[in-house]
């Protein structure tokens, strides 16, 4: 019999069928020039995620963040990169890369803290304490609250982001980006 704990109800179908969601052929879809096997392959592959994703209860939350908080790889939430970079094009919504070097605590003594980076990351960590983004960055707290203010008055090349849209206006993008037909279709009568 198996028995699931009481901590993680929700077993999600990109953790169960990981080596699905994994597939190099998953990254990123293949173009025109790649074997036509390897396009069959891959639509079977993309195929099978999309019913998996669209059975998950946290379909909306993944895809939310995977649009508007964290700029991630391959096949998640039921889109591929290039269809959540469509939808972030349609929301007018511009995340950046994830630093992981920083979010992991790596840093290097006496470098220059970029000022997009200490807004990067506080948007992407609103409940982080001020300290624990210094610790992470690797500078003052001083310097991080000299940053965000800058960034409050408009100063410097990024500002803090209030508010993201809504999951309405998401989903919508999304229905409009994942179940558009191509222009043109070669099937015959």
Not at 65 to 87: C, E, F, K, N, P
């Amino acid at each position: 019999m198996h028995e699931t704990s009481t901590f993680s109800q929700v077993q999600t179908g990109c953790v169960e069928f990981a080596a699905l969601f994994l597939h190099p052929l998953m990254e990123e879809p293949p173009n025109s020039s790649f074997p036509a096997d390897e396009r069959r392959q891959y639509r079977r592959l993309a195929r099978r995620a999309q019913g998996i994703c669209q059975a998950c209860p946290l379909m909306k939350q993944c895809l939310l963040s995977a649009v508007t908080l964290h700029d991630v790889a391959g096949y998640v939430a039921g889109t591929t990169a290039r269809q959540r970079l469509a939808i972030r094009e349609r929301l007018g919504v511009t995340v950046q890369p994830e630093d992981f070097d920083t979010l992991a605590g790596v840093t290097v003594p006496h470098r220059q803290v970029d000022h997009d980076e200490v807004v990067r990351l506080r948007n992407a960590n609103p409940t982080e304490s001020l300290e624990a983004l210094a610790q992470r960055m690797g500078c003052s707290l001083s310097t991080v609250k000299r940053h965000l203010r800058k960034a409050r008055a408009g100063g410097g090349v990024s500002a803090i982001r209030t508010e993201l849209p809504s999951a309405r206006r998401v989903l919508a993008a999304y229905a409009e980006v994942v179940t558009a037909k191509p222009a043109k279709t070669d099937q015959a009568a």
